[in-house]
């Protein structure tokens, strides 16, 4: 009975503010703003972490679906808009199974809702400005300047819902290249990735982590997280924004800090010392350790045939003795040549040669279980295959296979950080629109022949 009374109060609101100055609208959204948060959202002590917070979603490709899916595994209720018709982008890319959501899709938009609804239309506008009303964080990723340009810059979005909190990824903060369009390896070229990442002497290369979507979609859930905590003293929403330079960058900030040291004399640990001279800026370093501890990347047995049949080891002081006496050069530690750790860095080069004389008779795994006990710091180089097949990683829900409606079985990633009291549940991405009817039925209030006129009218 309540909820019908809701329904019909909800409707009413629409038809009346589709008839009132839009002033009047705002003034009306902002005092229906404050109910609703109060109506939904920390209902409770238990459900997830994030039960009851509702998330807007206009992200698309990977930055922003990343954030959106993790605030969705901590409870959100996620409504992705789509465009109607093809949706995000990533439905239709880098498909493997004809007229299926791709793998690109469906393994960055699990357990969120999605909405196909064109914003830019007349009714679409409206709807959206009800979406705004009803939810609690409004996520985005398009081209700087789309959003504004579909008539929803921030000012009008704070106007809506003063307890809106409103995120954002772009290529790049406020600067010469704001207005840019920026993928993936553009933010690791420009944000100091690419130019540390190689071989010394050799290209500038970036890496198959997605550094810049998903660590960029990491860092902009932080923002968001900490907004929501501090809407619950103010009352009030706020803007988010993380550039991908700038989360690239917060990422290399082991390699500033290197920028600093190079001003006070060459970076003994870096391979090229003390052979090949520096430069003005850091170099790349091969597979280093980029901390004080050195560490290289060894040949395994069967690494004639096997592309990952390696292992990493870290040298570090307190178990080089260990690994000399493991590898059978136990006379390295009587040898002023080579028994202390300023002896050794000239050298780490021949170091690692004859330490790679020893893995070369091992397999990953053997090396791995023989210098773990001796408390060396080191791990195969694991393919995908065999993460893929990792039985500890399934146990502990970090590699999940999902069935969905029309693919069938597939694997994803699950949720990275557990939380005790929030345990994740991974489901199915959404198929394109599936949620449309149940959004503007039961959260904006439409009635069933008002769907039906904007669905011909291609509204949603
Ligand atoms: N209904 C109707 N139109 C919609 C819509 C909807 N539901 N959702 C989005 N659109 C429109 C936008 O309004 C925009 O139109 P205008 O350009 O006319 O304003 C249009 O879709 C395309 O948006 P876009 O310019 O963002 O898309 P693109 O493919 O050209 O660019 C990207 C993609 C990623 C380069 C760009 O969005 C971007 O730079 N984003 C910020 C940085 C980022 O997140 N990059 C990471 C991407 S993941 O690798």
Same mark, same amino acid.
């Given at each position: ?20 100055? @839009? ?33 807007? %979603? ?57 909405? &196909? ?22 996520? #985005? ?14 000012? &009008? ?20 290249? #704001?207005?840019?369009?920026?993928? #993936?390896?553009? @933010? ?24 810049? %979507? ?6 902009? @859930? ?23 330079? %700038? ?70 002081? @307190? ?51 023989? !210098? ?46 557990? !939380? ?29 022949? #008002? ?10």
């Amino acid at each position: 009975m309540a909820k019908k009374k809701q329904k019909s109060a909800r409707r009413a609101t629409v038809k009346a503010a589709a008839r009132k100055p @839009a002033r009047k609208i705002v003034k009306a959204a902002k005092k229906k703003a404050a109910r609703t948060i109060k109506s939904h959202a920390f209902k409770g002590k238990g459900g997830l972490a994030l039960s009851g917070v509702r998330i807007l %979603d206009m992200t698309h490709v990977q930055s922003g679906p990343t954030c959106t899916q993790l605030l969705a595994w901590f409870g959100a209720d996620v409504i992705k808009v789509e465009r109607p018709g093809g949706g995000d982008i990533t439905r239709g890319q880098l498909r493997d199974i004809p007229n299926v959501d791709s793998l690109y899709f469906t393994m960055l938009n699990h357990n969120k809702r999605s909405i &196909t609804l064109n914003p830019k239309t007349e009714t679409g506008q409206k709807i959206f400005t009800r979406l705004i009303e009803e939810c609690d964080v409004m996520v #985005e990723n398009y081209a700087p300047g789309a959003i504004d340009r579909m008539g929803f810059p921030w000012e &009008t979005i704070q106007k809506i819902n003063p307890r809106m909190i409103y995120a954002s990824v772009k290529g790049f903060g406020p600067g010469p290249y #704001e207005d840019c369009k920026v993928y #993936e390896n553009v @933010a690791q070229c420009t944000g100091g990735s690419a130019s540390t990442t190689g071989e010394i002497g050799s290209v500038p290369l970036v890496t198959g982590a997605q550094i810049g %979507d998903t660590g960029t979609g990491i860092h902009l @859930a932080v923002g968001i997280i900490a907004a929501l905590f501090q809407r619950e003293r103010t009352g009030r929403g706020q803007r988010v924004t993380c550039a991908m330079q %700038d989360g690239i960058l917060n990422l290399c900030r082991v390699k500033l800090r290197d920028q600093q040291r190079l001003a006070h004399g060459p970076l003994k640990e870096y391979p090229q010392y003390p052979n090949i001279p520096f430069g003005h800026a850091v170099p790349r370093a091969g597979n280093a350790s980029g901390g004080g501890q050195p560490g290289w990347i060894v040949k395994c047995k069967n690494w004639e045939n096997d592309p990952d049949s390696y292992i990493y080891i870290v040298t570090q002081a @307190a178990v080089f003795p260990a690994i000399a006496k493991a590898i059978g050069r136990a006379d390295w530690l009587e040898d002023p040549e080579w028994n202390t750790p300023e002896a050794r860095l000239p050298k780490l080069d021949q170091m690692f040669e004859e330490i790679e004389k020893w893995t070369m008779t091992k397999t990953k795994f053997e090396a791995m279980d023989i !210098l773990n006990p001796l408390d060396v710091p080191c791990g195969p180089i694991l393919s995908m295959k065999e993460l893929a097949e990792e039985p500890s990683l399934r146990k502990t829900g970090t590699v999940v296979e999902v069935d969905h409606p029309t693919r069938g079985k597939y694997l994803t990633v699950g949720n990275p950080i557990k !939380l005790s009291g929030s345990p994740t549940t991974v489901t199915r991405s959404p198929l394109l629109g599936e949620h449309t009817d149940e959004i503007l039925r039961k959260i904006v209030g439409l009635s069933k022949k #008002e769907i039906e006129e904007g669905r011909k009218s291609g509204v949603f």
